[in-house]
Structure formats: C-alpha cells, structure tokens
Antibody
Framework: EVQLVESGGGLVQRGGSLRLSCAASGFNLNDYSMNWVRQAPGKGLEWISYISGSGNTIYYADSVKGRFTISRDTAENSLHLQMNGLRAEDTAVYYC?????????????WGQGTLVTVSS | SYDLTQPPSVSVSPGQTASITCSGDKLGDKYVCWYQQKPGQSPVLVIYQDNKRPSGIPERFSGANSGNTATLTIRETHPLDEADYYCQAWDTTASVFGTGTTVTV
C-alpha cells in the first residue's frame, strides 16, 4: 500500500528555518517524481516544488525560489523540503504528493500534510 | 506566469448535474487533471489526462478540455460530492492549480 507521511512542521519565527520530511512506503522514490504542494489557511492549493525520479530535474515556484530546497534521501526513501528565510505568507499545510509522469502528469497519492506556522 | 481561473462556487440540487469550469490561455493544448478536497482532508484525484477516471472514482465524474476551458462534470450529484474542486495543469517548468471551486449540494 502506498503511503506518504509528512513531518517536521511547527511554529517558527519569521526569518527562521524548518526542514520538512515525507516518508514514502509501498513504492521506491527512485521510480517516481515527487512534489510539494501547500495550502494556506482557508485558501487554495499552491504547487511549490518538483523533483524527478532521478533527482536530476528540480523546479520551484517563484514564491519560494532561492529560499526552499527540495531533496531526496534514497536510503531512507524520504523526500525533504528545506525552508529558509520563512515569511508569514509561508504559513500553510504542506503536502507531499507522488506524480505519475507519462503522456499526462498527475498527482496520484498525497500525504496528510504538516502545518507550518510562521510567526511575525 | 500561467493562471487557471475557476468560479468560486457552484450550487446544485441533489441528483442534478454540476459543471465546474477551469479557464486558461490555450488550456486545450495541455492536459488537465482535477482534485476533490473535503474539509480537513487531503486532495483526491478524480480526473486525469482531461477525461480519465482513476479506479474507484464513480462514472458520474467526467472531464473535457478544449480551447481555453476545461470542464469537470458531476452527474447525479450526491451530498457526498460537496467539496472543493481544483483543476491542475503543467506549464513548462511549473505546475499550476486553479483557484478552486466550492461545490454545494
């Protein structure tokens, strides 16, 4: 059974750092692209980062470029998001999601999310 | 940046058909997928590659995409279909979600 479990969220001061993790089970991260998507309280979904199965291709949304870093630990089969220079507008639930890449790309499994709160 | 626009809300009576639009420049040239999100839950994929349903998604859910507009249609709407719905598409090196539509049954 495919499972994604996020962790690492919490309360952090503006300008601080936080590292989110997403533990994957039921599949090998090397075989799939992965994404981070966030949702601010009461707001819609916002895609923020992508990493390919090989790890060679990485994309970021403009809103986090230069501050956030996506990475994988293949030994632990986990995905990470290093967040630096946090701002109040980064307050959100952060989801990791597995992507199916083919003729069309889509997110087929999502974690339960982890809440990041940035205090000002 | 690429934008996808959805109506904020759609209201439908039980048993009737709900249609949710997603508008973007030349959206018909891209593949669109749709996600359903209920309060306090993670999003769930309901349509991918414009009009394909994942296993476990009822046939009542269907999708179409042409020109500048993609549409998610829910036939015979149930109260359990009440949720937020988001379209999504890839634009070169960024994925984009629509603004979201709250469906009230």
């Amino acid at each position: 059974e495919v499972q994604l479990v996020e962790s690492g969220g919490g309360l952090v001061q503006r300008g601080g750092s936080l590292r989110l993790s997403c533990a994957a089970s039921g599949f090998n991260l090397n075989d799939y692209s992965m994404n981070w998507v966030r949702q601010a309280p009461g707001k819609g979904l916002e895609w923020i980062s992508y990493i390919s199965g090989s790890g060679n291709t990485i994309y970021y949304a403009d809103s986090v470029k230069g501050r956030f870093t996506i990475s994988r630990d293949t030994a632990e089969n986990s995905l990470h998001l290093q967040m630096n220079g946090l701002r109040a507008e980064d307050t959100a639930v952060y989801y990791c999601a597995r992507e199916i890449v083919g003729e069309a790309d889509y997110l087929d499994y999502w974690g339960q999310g982890t809440l990041v709160t940035v205090s000002s | 940046s690429y934008d996808l626009t959805q109506p904020p809300s759609v209201s439908v009576s039980p048993g009737q058909t709900a249609s949710i639009t997603c508008s973007g420049d030349k959206l018909g040239d891209k593949y669109v997928c749709w996600y359903q999100q209920k309060p306090g839950q993670s999003p769930v994929l309901v349509i991918y590659q414009d009009n394909k349903r994942p296993s476990g998604i009822p046939e009542r859910f269907s999708g179409a995409n042409s020109g500048n507009t993609a549409t998610l249609t829910i036939r015979e709407t149930h109260p359990l279909d009440e949720a937020d719905y988001y379209c999504q598409a890839w634009d070169t090196t960024a994925s984009v979600f629509g603004t979201g539509t709250t469906v009230t049954v």
